[in-house]
């Protein structure tokens, strides 16, 4: 097993931060059917996904580092997104 590189650490965490933050904000635009802003998070949450995949394949240690990120990104996200009981989703047209 490889030592942890602090750097390569931050970045997963980070990475895995944003991936969810982005997911969040995908399964928003996906229930308030906005198509365009779906599509745009679907292809940003790929993107970043796949750079903590590659980035932990190689050290198994790297999982815990990405697992923390998920658990912020989500946190914080959903964090921003609080609306009162009974408002309209994130990303709903305007009544």
Sequence with gaps: MAAVEPLTAGAVLLATAATDAVYVMFTSAVVARK???AATWS???YVLSSYAVI???EN???VV???VGSWVGAYATITFLH???GGPP???APE
Excluded: E
């Design 55 to 57: 980035s932990y394949t």
């Design 83 to 85: 609306r009162p009981p």
């Design 43 to 45: 292809s940003v949450w």
């Design 60 to 62: 198994w240690v790297y």
């Design 90 to 92: 994130v990303g709903a």
């Design 65 to 67: 580092f990405a697992a």
């Design 35 to 37: 198509r365009v802003p």
